[in-house]
């Protein structure tokens, strides 16, 4: 699953070829403020070759808070999350696992918490 995939947002606004670094292995959430409220499963792209937009770059909306390190997007016109830059590491990006063609994220099984509340990046 190291090939290129097609990712797109609920109208198809926006659609991604996105290469997942290590296949959904990398697959995870995430407990921050943010994260636990969108529910999203993350897996791993890197920064800048494995995210490529086809369409929509106008569509996309990028949110920020705190830090403003992660940059999160989603589509402007059906508010689905498509992929964010991560603050832990700038050179990966998150994909939404459940925006990606073919994949069911309720067959994945059990999948990995990270812990975002207590940010490495927060530590002194």
């Not at 403003?68 to 832990?88: E, L, M, N």
């Given at each position: 699953?190291?090939?290129?995939?097609?990712?797109?947002?609920?109208?198809g606004?926006?659609e991604?070829?996105?290469?997942?670094?290590?296949?959904?292995?990398?697959?995870?959430?995430?407990n921050?403020?943010?994260?636990?409220?969108?529910?999203?499963i993350?897996a791993?792209?890197?920064?800048?070759?494995?995210?490529?937009?086809?369409?929509?770059?106008?569509?996309?909306?990028l949110?920020?808070?705190?830090?403003?390190?992660?940059?999160?997007?989603?589509c402007?016109t059906?508010?689905?999350?498509?992929h964010?830059?991560?603050?832990?590491?700038?050179?990966?990006?998150?994909?939404?696992v459940?925006?990606?063609?073919?994949?069911?994220?309720?067959?994945l099984g059990?999948?990995?918490?990270?812990?975002?509340?207590?940010?490495?990046?927060?530590?002194?």
């Amino acid at each position: 699953m190291n090939d290129p995939q097609k990712l797109t947002c609920h109208c198809g606004a926006v659609e991604l070829r996105v290469t997942l670094k290590d296949g959904l292995k990398t697959a995870r959430r995430c407990n921050c403020s943010f994260c636990r409220r969108r529910g999203a499963i993350a897996a791993t792209a890197e920064f800048p070759n494995g995210v490529t937009i086809v369409k929509g770059a106008d569509k996309l909306t990028l949110y920020q808070w705190g830090t403003g390190a992660a940059k999160h997007y989603f589509c402007a016109t059906c508010g689905i999350y498509t992929h964010h830059r991560r603050r832990s590491n700038p050179n990966e990006y998150g994909i939404n696992v459940a925006a990606l063609e073919g994949i069911n994220p309720a067959k994945l099984g059990e999948i990995a918490w990270t812990d975002g509340v207590n940010h490495p990046s927060d530590r002194k």
